[in-house]
């Protein structure tokens, strides 16, 4: 009991020293520590606890990319392709193609033709991944039926497609937000279909979904004339006001060649409009567009919706142009953001979203600080109370026990959120349980009639047992909800569980080393409690 | 300097004679609790009922409460729950599940925010939406279950069977009074209820450990007793420690119920409520189960080997027999 070995105080002083070093910077301001981290070499960590979105205020989105969007756009592709590769292989369509929900229905009446539809259609279907991936995967499932041929997307054709429209979207999502100048955004990947987003510090969040809940898919298509077929004729809605206006459904241009926009002021009106540049294939193309249609209406198309129809002047052939409709100078730059920044592959819902306001985040450090500040309280007073001296020493272990939580918080970089500072003020409540099992069987001992020394050698012995057993089962509780719990309550298990691991530290090993040198100096001839 | 002393000093309480009335309690209590849960329900937040909730300030002065509730009728959002909270100028929205998939929610929060901007500064506005309140549910339940089979396998390990068992059927009995208790008080039921519902399990089990430790080293020593004198004895050993433990966790939690705001009040309320029942079940429940269940002081004598593992109890047991003598 009395003899321990000069290393392990020395490194039970070093770590509370280690400790205390590591939250310091959490005391400090931002820009001090990032001028420290900087002068300072790189393997000494300098960082913050982070506080969660709860407590520093700011906005968390889930989004969830809506699959069904995605196998349409996979279906519109799906009978482009049919329709080209018919043409290539000179079948007539004379039934057309019918739009399935997974797929397309070719309709040939002719078997001779059917049997030659079914071996070219064949080739469409490829394996997931390209050729060259090695799985046996492949994207659509090619059937011959009385009708005709038909071909339907696989649910591993889909899965991969909505596996890309994630990646892609992130892209898309980094880029716009970045763009925004929002700081410090998180946009991530969860599950297989979702994106979180977390941006500290905004409360409203109308701006940011506009930015982010937008496909953002530019089209220019010809106004329809009155002799265009009505098959190749759609009506769209106006995006501002009511009207609507009928548009070739062919699209001549569209925004993924372009590279860049700008908000700009017209040079006539002083309107606020966006200024567009195209790569070098755009620009041909729009180039022959507009050289072939001087004088017809085009229309500029936002996710469906007609932005304005202008009359085509002259040929634009310098790949760039603007765009008008009556915008803010705040509209034309989020338009010009979301041109920047390129389309979304697919829908986005958002399907969670919490905010907080920093005013309620402050109350809750407030409130949170004060609960620990009195529980803690509480506890020391009645630890001293009841077991005087060996009460101190258990109050000393209990300080030392909340520095290494904060501090092992900072060096994993975990994040405190409002639940986990209950969690810290549990283990408050907890940490000295280890003290009073100990004690409480020191006093037995004692009772039971034996001399000081070995009364307190025999209570630390044989309640350390007990300490492991019980506190593995709180451990494992922690660690569960770290597994399974989502947000701000992983922030409770993390403190919890970081709080049970400190406090075997502290209530053993150092209430042991206090102990023992506290009696050597009194050598009582009581246990004092 | 006089210290303080709650537990009385050396109890020979004879708790196990108590289990005629505390199993029929229990059980009792366990039933009415299913019975709520079935027929009164909980009050789900909107974590697993999906929803929004809308903690709104009023920007000068008080909140009319009337004022927001007619204002928030009109929306056409169907009911809407409005509730004062702490001081007079904050005001709680919840406004159920909106028809019209996951974009119904976003309308919703459009709306309120439309309405209520101007007179009301929007202090925290969640919104869960059905698809993802489902999961939550699903990985809530998942949570519980696999927190109890972990820790059962551990205590199978650590201990004999029939100490798993009684932890386990102790654990259950915490579970469901815990249940019970947010059936009864309709506290809000979220995530942070489930944080709170698997510490209960961990300090549930954390407690019924440290008795049936004892009554494990008990049983080793004193191998002609009477299981029920023997748990008797344990219980009383550990009673100070179960008392003390017990109070300054109820400390802490008193703080946080009180101090801690009005985000944490049904974690903390039902954390209380969790250390009293779990206090109540190591004593009375877990136990007397070890009787119930015909475990005797010789099982240890069929794996003596297997079991004396790091367990400090065997470390020295005759010196204790003598002092004791």
């Keep these: 009991m009395l003899r321990f070995a000069r290393w392990k105080l020395a490194s039970v002083i070093a770590l509370v020293v280690a400790a205390i070093l590591l939250i310091i910077p959490s005391f400090m301001s931002v820009e001090v520590v990032d001028s420290l981290a900087a002068r300072l070499p790189s393997f000494i960590p300098v960082r913050q606890i982070v506080l969660g979105l709860d407590l520093q205020g700011g906005a968390y989105m889930l989004m969830q990319v809506d699959e069904p969007s995605v ?19 000179k079948i007539a369509l004379a039934g057309g193609i019918a739009a399935q929900p997974r797929g397309v229905l070719v309709r040939i009446a002719d078997a001779a033709e059917r049997d030659k539809a079914y071996d070219l259609l064949q080739s469409l279907s490829q394996p997931i991944g390209g050729p060259l991936a090695g799985g046996t995967a492949r994207t659509l499932d ?278 986990g500072i209950a969690g810290i003020v549990f283990t408050i409540g907890m940490a000295v349980d280890s003290n009073v099992l100990i004690y409480e069987r020191i006093r037995e001992e004692a009772h039971l009639g034996r001399s000081v020394i070995s009364a307190l050698d025999a209570g630390f012995k044989r309640a350390f047992a007990t300490i492991v057993d019980s506190n593995v089962t709180m451990f494992v509780a922690a660690l569960i909800l770290y597994l399974f719990g989502s947000g701000a309550v992983r922030g409770f298990a993390v403190s919890l569980g970081l709080g049970i691991i400190t406090s075997i530290v502290t209530a053993v090993t150092m209430t042991r080393m206090m102990i023992a040198l506290w009696y050597r100096q009194a050598r009582p001839k009581k246990i004092p409690i | 300097m006089k210290l303080l002393r709650l537990a009385p000093e050396n109890t020979n309480f004879g708790f196990m004679r108590l289990r005629r009335v505390s199993y029929p309690l229990s059980a009792a209590l366990s039933i009415v609790s299913v019975a709520m849960f079935l027929f009164v329900g909980m009050n789900f937040g909107i974590d697993f009922a999906g929803g929004t909730q809308v903690d709104i300030r009023a920007r000068n002065g008080e909140a009319h409460i009337a004022e927001i509730r007619a204002k928030a009728d009109s929306l056409g959002l169907g009911p809407v729950e409005v509730q004062q909270i702490g001081g007079g100028s904050d005001v709680l929205l919840r406004i159920n599940v909106q028809p019209g998939g996951e974009q119904g929610e976003q309308t919703a929060i459009a709306k309120v925010r439309e309405a209520f901007s101007n007179d009301y500064e929007f202090r925290s506005v969640d919104s869960v939406g059905p698809s993802v309140s489902a999961e939550l549910v699903q990985s809530g339940t998942l949570g519980v279950v ?96 179960t008392i003390m433990t017990a109070t300054t966790v109820f400390l802490a939690l008193l703080a946080l119920f009180f101090l801690g ?43 003596r080997e297997g079991d004396a593992g790091p367990a400090a109890g065997a470390a020295r047991p005759p010196a204790r027999a003598k002092a004791k003598a």
């Design chain 1, 142 to 419: 090619v059937a011959k039926t009385d009708a005709g041929v038909e071909l339907t997307l696989t649910d591993a054709a889909i899965a991969d497609k909505v596996r890309h429209a994630i990646s892609q979207s992130i892209e898309v999502l980094n880029r716009r937000v970045n763009a925004m100048g929002t700081k410090e955004t998180v946009i991530a990947r969860q599950g297989s279909n979702r994106i979180l987003i977390e941006v500290p510090g905004l409360q409203d969040t109308t701006k940011l979904k506009q930015i982010i809940g937008q496909t953002a898919k530019l089209d220019f298509q010809l106004v329809a004339d009155p002799g265009d077929p009505p098959n190749e004729v759609e009506t769209l809605p106006m995006q501002k006001g009511a009207g609507t206006i009928r548009v070739q459904k062919r699209i001549m241009v569209d925004g993924a060649d372009l590279v860049d926009a700008q908000q700009s002021f017209d040079q006539q009106t002083g309107e606020p409009d966006v200024t567009f540049r195209f790569n070098l294939r755009g620009g041909q193309k729009f180039g022959q567009v507009t050289s072939a249609n001087v004088g017809r209406p085009f229309a500029i198309v936002l996710d469906g919706k007609v932005i304005s129809a202008p009359v085509i002047r002259s040929p634009i052939t310098g790949g760039t142009g603007q765009i008008t409709g009556n915008f803010t100078v705040d509209e034309a730059n989020s338009l010009a953001i979301l041109l920047r920044a390129g389309a979304l592959p697919a829908k986005l819902a958002v399907v969670e979203e919490r905010t907080v306001g920093p005013g309620l985040g402050q109350d809750s450090i407030d409130a949170g600080k004060r609960a620990a500040y009195v529980g803690g309280l509480l506890v020391i007073v009645y630890m001293i109370t009841t077991y005087g001296v060996f009460g101190v020493f258990a109050d000393l272990a209990l300080a030392v026990h909340i520095l290494l939580i904060f501090a092992s918080m900072a060096l994993l970089g975990a994040t405190l959120t409002l639940p």
């Design chain 2, 146 to 241: 696999v927190a109890i089979i972990a820790v059962l396998t551990y205590l199978w390990f650590r201990f004999e069977w029939q100490f798993a068992v009684g932890a386990i059927i102790g654990t259950m009995h915490d579970l469901l009074l815990t249940v019970g208790f947010f059936c009864v008080t309709q506290l809000e039921f979220n995530q942070t209820s489930i944080a709170a519902i698997l510490t209960i399990v961990g300090y549930s089990l954390n407690e019924t450990v440290v008795v049936l430790d004892r009554i494990r080293e008990m049983m080793r020593k004193y191998k002609r007793m009477s299981t029920a004198d023997i748990v008797d004895m344990s219980v009383n050993a550990v009673l100070p420690r």
């Design chain 1, 71 to 89: 196998v349409k756009t996979q279906v519109e592709t799906l009978r482009d392709d049919v329709r080209q590769k018919m043409r290539e292989g």
């Design chain 2, 261 to 303: 705001g009005h985000v944490i009040r049904s974690f903390s309320a039902a954390m209380i409520w969790g250390i009293f029942v779990a206090t109540y079940s190591s004593i009375f429940i877990c136990s007397p189960m070890l009787i119930y269940m015909g475990v005797r002081a010789d099982v240890f004598d069929r794996n």
